[in-house]
């Protein structure tokens, strides 16, 4: 079986789930520093050092989870390593998709390029078509 349409999805959502991410890398430190700064109390216009510090942290974390997800997503979406068990690479992508879009909501487009690329695999993991019975 050819797997060029979950090669191209898988790859094209792990690609830019990576651009995505490091990108977030810059803009998540501000998102998490104003959010546990407006959960702390602290007035609109200031965010202290330590929230900053905390928001530093949570998004680092954050970050490398999406970055470890969509390195796996190149690597289970690669046609050669998909061939040797579809079902396997088709349940990580799904799952890898899935839990990406939970971790940041912001990364939805290559979530959902990896969900649909994952539905695909498992699509194609049965190995013999459903036959009809056509009575006579």
Do not use: H
């Amino acid at each position: 079986m050819k797997y060029t349409t979950e090669f191209i999805l898988g790859l094209v959502g792990s690609i830019l789930g990576l651009l995505f991410s490091v990108i977030w890398l810059f803009l998540g430190i501000e998102f998490w520093g104003g959010f546990v700064s407006g959960v702390l109390g602290e007035p609109d216009d200031f965010v202290s050092d330590s929230a900053y510090g905390l928001g530093f942290l949570i998004n680092i974390v954050q970050v490398f989870l999406l970055l470890a997800i969509y390195i796996v997503g190149i690597i289970f979406s690669v046609p050669s390593i998909m061939a040797k068990n579809v079902k396997r690479s088709g349940i990580l992508l799904l799952t890898g998709g899935i839990v990406a879009l939970v971790i940041n909501i912001a990364s939805v487009i290559p979530s959902v390029l990896l969900i649909v690329a994952g539905s695909l695999c498992n699509g194609k993991s049965r190995k013999d078509p459903i036959e009809t019975v056509v009575e006579q």
